[in-house]
């Protein structure tokens, strides 16, 4: 299991009302989903679509969006050049599901970064000076 | 006689009036709320013309989810 799919599998078990979610790239590219590929490439490039021209409408940066309808809501959340997308049921709590999505995505750069290395502790040098 | 028809009258006049705005609110509205890094939020209803852009594409993606 790839670090992205762990934060979306992590996300699916806190947020009961997330019924599907994929990790993509501003490029379209899929890098991980709860759906199998067909799915997902259709959800991404649809949720991409719909991203790009919403940011059309107005001047500024777009960070997340929510498209409600009888059948369910989309949201779409990005942050830097990685976007998650996810459907929930209808009449979700919007605050709570964009939440998750962003804590999905930082936990999925988080753990992309590699970890520092532990700075060595500089030597001791025994120095016998006569003072 | 005439004021019991008036009176009857006004009586289906209400009921029909509260049978619409009943079903009028029962009805999800559809809309995209946009969220932008400034901290400003920007519904773009689904009467809108706006809205006949972004709705199509918000179906497909949560028809390719639930299917």
């Known amino acids: 299991m790839t670090q992205d799919e762990t934060a979306l599998a992590e996300l699916t078990e806190i947020s ?47 960070t997340q969006l929510e498209a ?47 970890k520092p290395k532990p700075k060595s502790k500089p030597k001791r040098t025994k120095t016998s000076g006569s003072s | 006689m005439a004021r019991r028809r008036l009176i009857a009258l006004l009586f289906a006049a209400g009921s029909l009036l509260g049978i619409g705005l009943y079903a009028r609110r029962g009805r999800k509205q559809e809309r995209v709320d946009l969220y932008f890094a400034d901290g400003s939020m920007v519904s773009v209803e689904d009467d809108s013309p ?18």
């Open chain 2, 50 to 67: 706006q809205a006949a852009r972004l709705m199509p594409l918000a179906r497909e993606a949560i028809r390719a989810a639930q299917s």
């Open chain 1, 16 to 62: 009961s009302q997330v019924e599907a979610a994929v990790l993509f790239d501003r490029d379209g590219s899929v890098a991980a989903s709860t759906l199998p590929d067909e799915r997902s490439a259709q959800l991404a490039s649809s949720a991409r679509a719909l991203f790009e021209a919403a940011e059309q409408m107005r001047d500024g940066e777009l």
């Open chain 1, 68 to 114: 409600a309808t009888g059948k369910g809501s989309l949201f779409v959340v990005r942050e830097g050049d990685r976007l998650i997308a996810a459907v929930a049921g209808p009449e979700p709590t919007a605050g709570l599901v964009f939440y998750d999505l962003r804590s999905s995505l930082r936990r999925a750069a988080e753990r992309e970064k590699p």
